[in-house]
């Protein structure tokens, strides 16, 4: 979807168009659900906030400004709901984490079992602004800056959660070459 | 096979969910619920506002009708008269075309 594209629907969306919501919600849905999985540890909880969050966009639209993308906002949204609900538990994120890597086993072309079992449990230790900062950057494609403005953080700051939470996941795979 | 490359084969494989229309749907039928919980709080607000406007209204014409009860009177009475004539026309004036048309 193009830039000019993303503004006329949501200049549609906040006049009340529940059809350009939609095309919104379904062109950016895998980027903020996929983060918010990374982050969470846990599918039906991330899905559950990525619901929250698109919600929380539509009845907030106003007041999007345009600084960042539309996915970026609404990242930036599933992100402070789950950080604030503390619904992403760790035990449940390592335990989750463990049966989503046995769930995709049978993809072709994935990674191995029991190194998808080992990044689970090593995300799900990060402390939770650098698995988010890594969820974003590594995971998803997001770049700094994107990352900055979503955590709210300084740049400077992103790039070395990316750095050290980068360095911790090589170690839990068994080794700190890169 | 280096760690790096076990790395990024794994964030790549891991946790990337499938387009579904099905959360398009959920999404959707939330933001619906919410803009009906919206729409009906204002209504409740718009009718709690007029029934405010109506008791204060209706407090002084207390007064005023007992001042002018008989002059109140009559007009509900001229008032009742009226709608019973406007009835008992429109209603013949019903037969009458029935009758024609039969």
Redesign the interface.
Known sequence: MTGDEENRLIAAARRGG?RA??IL??AH??AV??FL??FTGH?ADA?DI???A??TA??RLDRFAGRSSFRSWVSGIGFRIARDARRAHDRASVRDGEW??YQ?DS?E???PLE??IA??GAMAALPQTQRAAVALC??EGFSHSEAAAILKQPLGTVKSHVNRG?ER??KA?????? | M???T????????????????A??L???R???Q?RYRVERVRALLRGAGLAAAAAALAVPSIGWAAAYAEALQAGALAFLALVALVWATRSLAQRASAAWAG
Do not use: K
Request: net charge negative; proline share 3%; hydrophobic share 45%.
């Open positions: 529940s919501f939609a919600v379904g849905q895998q659900r996929g999985r990374r599918w899905d990525a619901q929250e698109f919600v539509w009845s989503a890597a995709s993809d072309g994935a990674a190194d998808r990044l689970a590594l995971g980068r996941l090589l795979l068994g080794g700190e070459d890169g | 280096d760690n790096e076990r790395l990024m084969r794994v964030l790549a494989a891991a946790t990337l969910p499938a387009r579904d229309p959360f398009v959920a999404v959707m939330r933001t619906e919410q």
